[in-house]
């Protein structure tokens, strides 16, 4: 087949995962894959749909993505992923431009949906969410990276009244302990160093398969994984966890020291706008035995400001708690009203000029947390994964346990002459506000 398919991934590493196993179906039918859209015949943009600033992100790409079939070789363009579940009626009426649809729930017929798109059909395969990863374990990805995203389980049983997510992916499905086993002892013998276990909801996995969440049973499963060094955990839900889950997370000798337990606010009036489980109290207890039991953990936690009913005091006591605190990483978001979802039939919206103000005030103070945190890390040596060359300086980049793939900060390495993905012992000499630098040791 002479076809060229590139697939464009925007979003979380959720849909990366999703684009991989499509990469793969493309690749066992004979098509070519190609990492540049200007020299495809079919490219595929795997959407996000969750907020505002996605979904606009999703719409400029497809409009661009649109305009090779003018100036370049495309011949047809396809849309996957939330946007298609969640706008599919808008998409059909106003952009001709695309050639054919795939949701959530049907990417795994992707080869199919390119051979209709080429036939001159327009496919729309957009049902229930209900694909099952049980049986994944081949993917195909262009990164080479040391990391890779492991999806445990697709969808969501909560119920926070600011997300659509349960209405574009689902309610939870988990995969069983073997075959996320199975997956994982793949990519160990591929020479991948690190596996992010990836879930809307990690603290639930299981429930539907098993009756309880058996996250920690599957991380004694991992240990034994041969080739694997790093498992490290998204997202940890603060309702359910329990000492159980702690005590799975202290005794393993893979696990890293990082939580990113979003918790989105700290007032107890908002938490309860938002149908989010636990309160303050609750919080500062679970986060005081989180550290006593695991000391050198870096905890990271999302935020949102503008929250509607967020009053200025609301807002301030936030601010206090994030000082007290001191999250090792934070992420703010101001709040996105989406349409079709509680909290944006709340009568007290926040206005866009001061959700920025708040985000604006709120990082600040964590850059200065951030400032303090790292500082302590000075003088110690610690493992680093490395996975990028700088040529021009000379210089390896890495990360620590402590910072997560793209989305936290990084390691510039000196002293260093091996090969990538590789993780190696690095004595840190300076800190920055959100990034490091240090020597390898030893190597």
């Not at 073997?178 to 002892?185: C, G, L, Q, T």
């Not at 596996?195 to 909801?201: E, F, G, H, S, V």
Request: net charge negative; with cysteine; hydrophobic share 35%.
């Amino acid at each position: 087949m002479s076809e060229k398919v590139a697939i464009i991934t925007l979003g979380c590493e959720k849909n990366l995962v999703d684009s991989e196993i499509m990469s793969d179906l493309i690749d066992k039918r004979g098509y070519q894959l190609v990492e540049r859209p200007e020299e495809a015949t079919v490219v595929i943009v795997n959407t996000c749909g969750f907020i505002d600033a996605a979904k606009e992100e999703s719409i400029d790409t497809i409009l661009e993505v649109a305009n090779l079939k003018k100036h370049g070789q495309l011949k047809s363009l396809l849309v996957a992923g939330c946007l298609t579940q969640r706008y599919k009626e808008v998409l059909i009426q106003e952009m001709p431009e695309i050639d054919g649809l795939v949701g959530t729930g049907d990417f795994d017929k992707i080869t199919q949906i390119i051979e209709e798109s080429l036939a001159g059909k327009k496919p729309i395969y957009i049902g229930n969410p209900i694909f099952s990863y049980e049986n994944v374990t081949r993917r195909k990805s262009n990164r080479r990276a040391p990391t890779v995203f492991v999806k445990i389980a697709e969808g969501c049983d909560n119920d926070c009244t600011f997300c659509i997510i349960p209405s574009l992916r689902g309610n939870l499905r988990s995969r069983t302990i073997e075959s996320i086993v199975r997956e994982v002892a793949e990519h160990g013998k591929a020479g991948v160093k690190e596996i992010c276990l990836i879930a809307q909801d990690l603290t639930n996995y299981g429930m539907d398969l098993y009756g309880k969440p058996s996250l920690p049973k599957l991380l004694y499963a991992l240990e034994s994984v041969e080739g694997i060094e790093w498992i490290r955990l998204h997202y940890i839900y603060p309702g359910a966890f329990n000492d159980e889950l702690l005590d799975a997370m202290v005794k393993s000798s893979k696990v890293v020291p990082y939580i990113d337990m979003p918790l989105q606010h700290s007032e107890d009036s908002i938490l309860r706008r938002m149908r989010r489980p636990g309160r303050q109290t609750d919080i500062r207890q679970l986060i005081g035995k989180i550290r006593d039991r695991l000391p050198d953990v870096a905890i990271r936690t999302s935020i949102i400001v503008g929250f509607p009913g967020e009053t200025e005091d609301d807002f301030n006591r936030l601010v206090e708690f994030i000082k007290e605190i001191k999250f090792d990483r934070l992420g703010v978001f101001t709040y996105s009203q989406e349409e079709g979802t509680p909290a944006a039939r709340i009568k007290e919206q926040v206005d866009e000029e001061t959700k920025e103000r708040r985000a604006n005030q709120l990082m600040e103070v964590q850059r200065l947390i951030n400032q303090e945190r790292n500082s302590r890390l000075v003088g110690r040596e610690i493992p680093v994964l490395i996975e990028k060359y700088d040529g021009r300086n000379h210089i390896f980049i890495g990360r620590t346990a402590y910072d997560a793939p793209e989305i936290d900060g990084e390691i510039y390495v000196s002293n260093y002459e091996g090969e990538l993905g590789q993780i190696i012992p690095v004595r840190v000499t300076h800190s920055f506000d959100f990034d490091l630098a240090g020597e390898a040791v030893n190597v």
